[in-house]
């Protein structure tokens, strides 16, 4: 067993979110384990770009509304307590909703060879944003 320290909260990168969005590490594992788990705090409207996956990404709400999109055009809107699973390789945005905070556990496992599993793309348009909110 290992007690590891709380990490430092970091601000996430303008060219990775739109909104602030604030990310404290949690877990990165090491061998054999790969996977990683952050909790993630979105401020209102707050949202990631279009990504997606290698392996995969489990996403478990711990406070507030959020919304997760994918390029189909389907959007889930999630709440405290929910978990929503990516599957891997799927273009999907999440964040919270325009009026309210959204916090998550985002966990996901590196690529076998260790690296970042994560492809970041573009931006969601503001109008994709509103619709998926208006969902």
């Not at 877990?27 to 054999?32: D, E, F, L, R």
Request: hydrophobic share 35%; net charge negative; with cysteine.
């Amino acid at each position: 067993m290992e007690l590891k320290p709380v990490s430092t909260t970091v601000k996430t990168p303008a060219a990775s979110f739109t909104g602030d969005v604030y990310l404290t590490p949690i877990y990165s594992g090491t061998g054999p384990s790969r996977m990683t788990v952050a909790l993630v705090r979105f401020t209102p409207g707050a949202h990631t770009n279009w990504h997606s996956h290698a392996v995969g990404q489990t996403l478990h709400v711990t406070e507030g509304v959020g919304l997760v999109g994918t390029r189909d055009g389907s959007v889930v809107r999630i709440h405290a307590g929910e978990t929503v699973v990516c599957p891997p390789d799927e273009e999907h945005w999440h964040g919270a909703a325009a009026d309210r905070f959204m916090s998550h556990l985002a966990m996901l496992e590196a690529k076998a060879d260790g690296s970042d599993p994560t492809t970041w793309l573009e931006p969601v348009t503001e109008e994709d944003y509103q619709r998926a909110n208006n969902h």
